[in-house]
């Protein structure tokens, strides 16, 4: 098991940016691939971005994509979510995720929310128009 952490959510102006980061502990990071994800209130938990275990494969929602960067570094134990461009749409609590990846691979990335056992507890975005 490992356990999870998001910070640096905050409010931010609409088109400006923030950088999220998710911190794991134990000793075995570099085998999870991971996801964020985001949760308004009174809808359900949406797939914004998942990497691979070894980071060579990156993928995005459609929403999101060109906006958002997610990039993770096995040597701090940390995965990060880069946001650009921020809509009051993107208000929400974002959340990492992260799965065990034993595959031969390395290569495999999860996008729905039943893929992912590990989860923070969250980081509150508000971006006021």
């Known amino acids: 098991q490992v356990q999870l952490a998001e910070s640096g959510g905050g409010l931010v102006q609409t088109g400006g940016s923030l950088r999220l980061s998710c911190t794991a502990s134990?000793?075995?990071?570099?085998?999870?691939?991971m996801g964020w994800f985001r949760q308004a209130p009174g809808k359900e938990r949406d797939f914004l971005a998942a990497?691979?275990?070894?980071?060579?494969?990156?993928k995005y929602a459609d929403s999101v994509k060109g906006r958002f960067t997610i990039s993770k570094d096995n040597a701090k134990n940390t995965v990060y979510l880069q946001t650009g461009s921020l809509k009051p749409e993107d208000t929400a609590v974002y959340y990492c995720?992260?799965?065990?990846?034993?595959?031969?691979?390395?290569?495999?990335?999860?996008?729905?929310?039943?893929?992912?056992?590990?989860w923070g507890q969250g980081t509150q975005v508000t971006v006021s128009s």
């Open positions: 990497i691979s275990r070894n980071g060579g494969i990156t």
């Open positions: 995720a992260a799965r065990e990846d034993t595959g031969y691979s390395g290569y495999a990335y999860y996008t729905q929310v039943h893929d992912y056992r590990n």
């Open positions: 134990g000793r075995t990071f570099s085998t999870y691939a």
